[in-house]
């Protein structure tokens, strides 16, 4: 069983930088896929970034060229780092792993 813990989530000014950090208490190597995802109030979670085992990266158009995902296999963390922010990405973000196991979430507040 994995545990996931988020962290790095706050208020921050639109245009603004944030860099999340998801904790696993057991080794992510083997993990085929992690993502982040988002969910901002009354809408459905959305995928936001995802990482696949060997490197390869997805992301949500909303996203691209903002927003970056990495992994620390050593640290059994997963980072996303979130540049250029808008207040349309106010949401909690959620980290998983694996398409099973899901953290609590931290929220991510864009406003001036």
């Known amino acids: 069983q994995v545990q996931l813990v988020e962290s790095g989530g706050g208020l921050v000014q639109p245009g603004g930088s944030l860099r999340l950090s998801c904790a696993a208490s057991g080794s992510i190597f083997n993990i085929y896929a992690m993502g982040w995802y988002r969910q901002a109030p009354g809408k459905e979670r959305e995928l936001v970034a995802l990482s696949i085992s060997g490197g390869s990266t997805n992301y949500a158009d909303s996203v691209k060229g903002r927003f970056t995902i990495s992994r620390d296999n050593a640290k059994n963390t997963l980072y996303l780092q979130m540049n250029s922010l808008r207040p349309e990405d106010t949401a909690v973000y959620y980290c998983?792993?694996?398409?099973?196991?899901w953290g609590k979430g931290t929220l991510v507040t864009v406003s001036s």
């Open positions: 998983n792993a694996g398409g099973l196991h």
